[in-house]
């Protein structure tokens, strides 16, 4: 079995701008390398992993394919490109032909528009996307913009649309709804997948593997395992965790009960097909 980690990130404030790095968030204001986490993802047992994007900018996504041109763990990019001028992320995906580039993001959780989702500037991008063969992955964070998914993949029905971090669970209240009925609407499109990651950050001070485990069984009953996705989410998960292999080891942990066809399509199968990454590498 390969396990891929499908939402990892690397950052370098010294050549890109990251707006969210503010001072409350200390433990993060440093540059980040896969040498930092490459120790704790050989003795978790994962074998490749794939970068998504942390900031808005090209500088980002360059810094990123520096180091997968280093490091053959790395299979895949999720890049950032200005998806609401085509013409110039058409450039830039033509610029970066050579590299990992598996995806694209924008942070729409971010972003000052809230239907910035459903604009028609971004879907002539989106459709750019599906014209290459590429993923995008939607920081679908709040109700309001989970509740936008079914119409995005209505819209674009040959994009594949990968929900990070099961659309942020509300954990840490016990809650369910209006998450986990929008969960299932999503799901409902076949091109719909979603990444079991980042929900260390949506929990209780103290969090296990029985924390998430309510919410990863929903997402296993409305995706199936087929179109769900392990990511340790590192190093954004050391705002709630003591390390990598604490998160890998939960998140592992709610999975441990499915057969192992299914348990392997989550840790890796599944991204290795969404993400069309090849058996080698890049």
Known sequence: MTVVDAHQHLWNPATADYPWLTPDLVPLDRVFTQADVADQLRAAGVDRTVLVQAADNVADTENM??????????????????????????????????????????????????????????????????ERGLTFDVCAETPELLAQVPALAAAHPTLTLVVDHLGKPPIRSRGWEPWAGLLRDAAAAPTVVAKLSGLNTAAEDGWTAASFQPYVDHALEVFGPARLMYGGDWPFALLAADSYAHVHAALRGTVTALDPDARDAVLGGTAERIYRLTPEGH
Do not use: F, Q, S
Not at 92 to 110: E, K, N, Q, S, Y
């Open 65 to 130: 394919l520096r180091e997968a041109a280093a490091d053959p763990t790395i299979a895949g990019v999720v890049a950032w490109i200005p998806l609401a001028r085509p013409d110039d992320a058409a450039a830039l995906l033509d610029r970066w032909a050579g590299g990992p580039i598996v995806g694209v993001r924008h942070m729409v959780h971010r972003d000052p528009d809230p239907k910035w989702l459903l604009r028609a500037d971004v879907a002539d991008g989106l459709a750019l996307l599906a």
